[in-house]
Each structure stands twice: as C-alpha cells, then as structure tokens.
C-alpha cells in the first residue's frame, strides 16, 4: 500500500513540473520583451541594482520587485470603511517599488480609472494601461512605491513599460483614448 501511496505522489509531482513548464512555454513573448525593457532601463541607472521578477500562478502577470518586504494592513473596502483584524501583505519598502504587470486583451475596462494614483498608509501606487503595438493586447500595471523611492528609477521604469506600446488617457466622456 504505502509504494502505490510513493507512486501516486511522484507522478502527482512530475506532472506538476510538467504543467509549470508548460506554462511557462505558454507564457506571452511580450512578458521576456517587459524585463528586458525593464533590466535595460534599470542598468543604465545602476549596473549593479538588482531585481526580482516572479511570474505569479497566472501566466498573465509579472511582478518585479525592488527592496519589497512584509507590511501588517487593514484593509479598506470601496467605501472606506478599513478591516478589524490587519493581514499581511507585501510592499515596497521606503525606497522600493513593485511593478505588476497583468496581461490582457485591449480593450479590457478594468475597475480602476486610470491614470490614478492611489495612496495607501505605508505605499503609493500608480495605476495605468499600456497598449502594446501591434498586438491585441495591454498591459493593466499598478506602479507600487515607497515614501523615499529614487524617482529616476521610477521614471526609468514607467518609460521601460510604455516604450512597449503607448499609455492611455481618458477623454472628455470618459472613453480611452490613445496618447499617440
């Protein structure tokens, strides 16, 4: 009994690495064109900065992470009202930031109106779309920064991810329009 128990567990493991890895052959191409936009933009800065980039368990998203750590939030519901009991969350540190790609297709109206900045009690978070050329697709990306962040290293980033397309604006009546 327990080797049928060893065998179940092993193929439960070898297909989740086969799974993994198909997700990442999945992947979108634009993901590997992003790090390198963003890596290329940030080492010009400072060669030896270094980042961390996590594709969460979507393959539609992208996290890249400087000086992130552990915060204890509340959190706020849509009318303001904050939560009795705080959990855990990651964030930037006072000089660090966490960009948040998500994938989508263009066009997608997301909750948030954007351009916006939101300010939360120990970080920032600039909200955009990024329309990427000459594809279907944008990128929904929120922009999370510390009180002392280094703002050339944050323009350096927002100019990797646009330069992948072009950022969208609201009009007048309240419909997107392109900046270009």
Sequence with gaps: MKSIIGVVVILFFAFCIVIAGDMASQRDPVFSLAEKEIRSAVMTLDPNLTL???YPKSYNALMVKYKARKFMVHGASKIGKYSEKA???EGPSYQGFILRLHLQKAGTVNQAKVPQTIKGPYWRSDLNITLIDKSDKQFYW????????DKKLLTAVKKAVNSLGHP???DEQRRFKSTR
């Design 52 to 54: 961390l980039y996590e």
């Design 142 to 149: 929120a922009l999370s920064y510390g009180s002392r962040p």
């Design 87 to 89: 959990h855990e969350k």
């Design 168 to 170: 969208y604006v609201w």
